[in-house]
């Protein structure tokens, strides 16, 4: 009996420290930008730079309808089926979220109920994000078209639908602000912009750098953009580092902006949405994400 009770016990320490260790952690009222401050205007560069169409969009949107964002099409991984929920202004969506609300499901992963988010949503690269461009961000959804309706359940199997084990997830493989790339000190105002744009709110790294070998599907930041497998599982995500990706900086600028390769081909695949919410980027922020990318290293595909 004394050798049962002292296994419950145990049982009970364990589970209490799962409990602790796996509870969702919200930003510091001083991470967050005041509520109100954001701007619309600038909200809307995010939005392109940050593609939340591709995602929270009906699938194959176009032109004004790649602003109603109640649901996109189901993201299929090694992991289950991942469904982009409905982010309008409408009460199915996030009509209801403070920017409190919106700044902790983007940069901690924790929705409005307190439950964490899937890192499917790139909170990983958000929370490099600028409390102020987290602000105009959410300023400018709200100007979007309310949709009703609700995305479906994502359907996982277990062991991923325990949804509070996430938070050991994210004590393993969560980021914080810090850049990812070192760049040179001679590197200017240009390439820090790009990184900025790269590593933060345009979430590049999420399809074009490799998971960990380890099953759990964290960035593998040592081979940073070198190219992987598509997450919806149709062929690879190219390398876009230097030597791998010879297009110049001015090149790889008109390919965001056009659409067409300095070869006259043009883009194909996922990266059809991606370049159509660049082109609607200014040229200046397109000339600092190939800046960028031209000033980190070289790494050889896997």
Not at 245 to 268: C, K, M, N, Q, R
């Amino acid at each position: 009996m004394k050798l049962l009770a002292r296994l419950l016990a145990l049982a009970g320490l364990g589970a209490l420290a799962f409990y602790l260790l796996t509870a969702p952690s919200r930003l510091d009222e001083t991470e967050i930008a005041a509520e109100g401050s954001g701007s619309a205007e600038r909200g809307a560069r995010l939005f392109w730079a940050g593609g939340c169409a591709s995602c929270h969009a009906a699938d194959d949107a176009k032109g004004e309808d790649r602003l109603k964002l109640g649901g996109g099409a189901p993201l299929e991984t090694p992991f289950g089926t991942f469904y982009g929920p409905n982010i309008s202004p409408h009460t199915d969506g996030l009509g209801s979220w403070t920017l409190a609300d919106f700044a902790n499901a983007m940069q901690r992963g924790v929705g409005k109920s307190g439950r964490h988010l899937y890192p499917a949503f790139p909170y990983t690269s958000y929370v490099k994000m600028t409390p102020a461009d987290i602000a105009d961000l959410y300023a400018y959804l709200r100007t979007l078209p309310p949709v009703a309706g609700r995305a479906p359940d994502n359907k996982l199997a277990f062991p991923y639908n325990v949804r509070r084990g996430l938070g050991l997830w994210k004590i393993a493989f969560g980021e914080d602000a810090a850049p990812i790339v070192a760049l040179s000190a001679s590197a200017g105002d240009v390439e820090r912009r790009g990184q900025y744009l790269v590593e933060g709110p345009g979430h590049c790294g999420q399809c074009h750098t490799p998971r960990s070998q380890n099953g759990l599907g964290a960035l593998d930041h040592a081979k940073w953009l070198a190219g992987a497998p598509n997450p919806d599982g149709r062929g690879r995500i190219p390398n876009i580092t230097p030597g791998a990706l010879e297009w110049s900086a001015g090149e790889i600028a008109d390919y965001l902006a056009t659409g067409f390769t300095p070869e006259y081909d043009s883009v194909g695949g996922s990266m059809v949405e991606v370049q159509t919410n660049m082109a609607e980027l200014p040229g200046e922020d397109r000339a600092a994400i190939a800046a960028y990318l031209k000033a980190i290293p070289t790494h050889q595909s896997e």
